[in-house]
């Protein structure tokens, strides 16, 4: 009985030095300590694997720089072709504008020497006047086309006329006035040119 209470006694004072449960707290803190170092260390990438990341990365790149090219080329091409299209659309109503403008011219010179008051005549020099400048903000100029050589990129030759005051290929008279659109020719001016000198005159000369 004395020997057994000894030995009871012995394994009682051994359980109380070694706590329940010590061993797997060191196992489990073990574990964690494995795990946080695992997860801390550098993943290292094959340099085939980065080669093939970087390309790819330049690819984007390039086509990036391609798109950006396409779009600011669509971008100026839709500016420039909206211009062109105001354009056209401004010069298109100056020209229908034109008949206007030559029915004021002769209604204006018909008038002059008539029975029409000075006031009336005025008033219509006026309006004319008005749209003239109106449609000169737009950039419709005059050509002129009263005197000087006949020039076929701006004249239209309704006909040649003998003259013994004007030189041969002269602009003798202008029927009709032409109009340009800034360096544009709206309408060529229609004009008589000089023949030259008759030729009763021409063979007295010689």
């Not at 290292?44 to 396409?70: C, G, I, M, N, S």
């Not at 403008?101 to 209604?107: A, E, K, R, T």
């Amino acid at each position: 009985m004395t020997e057994k209470s000894e030995n009871e006694e012995i394994l009682e004072s051994k359980v109380e030095e070694t706590p329940l449960g010590e061993e797997a707290v060191t196992e489990t803190q073990t574990e964690a300590a494995d795990t946080t170092e695992a997860a801390e260390e550098v993943v290292e990438v094959p340099p085939a694997a980065k080669e093939d990341v970087q390309t790819e990365q330049e690819d984007f790149k390039d086509l990036y720089l391609r798109l950006r090219a396409d779009f600011e080329n669509f971008r100026k091409r839709t500016r420039r072709e909206k211009e062109e299209w105001t354009q056209r659309c401004v010069e298109n109503l100056c020209t229908d504008l034109l008949t206007v403008m030559d029915h004021f011219d002769l209604g204006i010179d018909n008038s002059k020497g008539k029975e029409f008051t000075e006031e009336s005549l005025k008033g219509f020099e006026l309006v004319r006047g008005q749209l003239s400048n109106t449609l000169g903000k737009y950039g419709l100029s005059v050509v002129d086309a009263t005197e000087g050589n006949f020039d076929p990129n701006i004249h239209e030759a309704i006909t040649h006329m003998p003259s013994a005051d004007v030189e041969e290929g002269k602009i003798v008279a202008q029927t009709r006035k032409g109009y340009k659109m800034g360096d544009r020719l709206l309408r060529p001016a229609q004009v008589v040119v000089s023949a030259g000198a008759p030729a009763t005159e021409a063979e007295g000369e010689a």
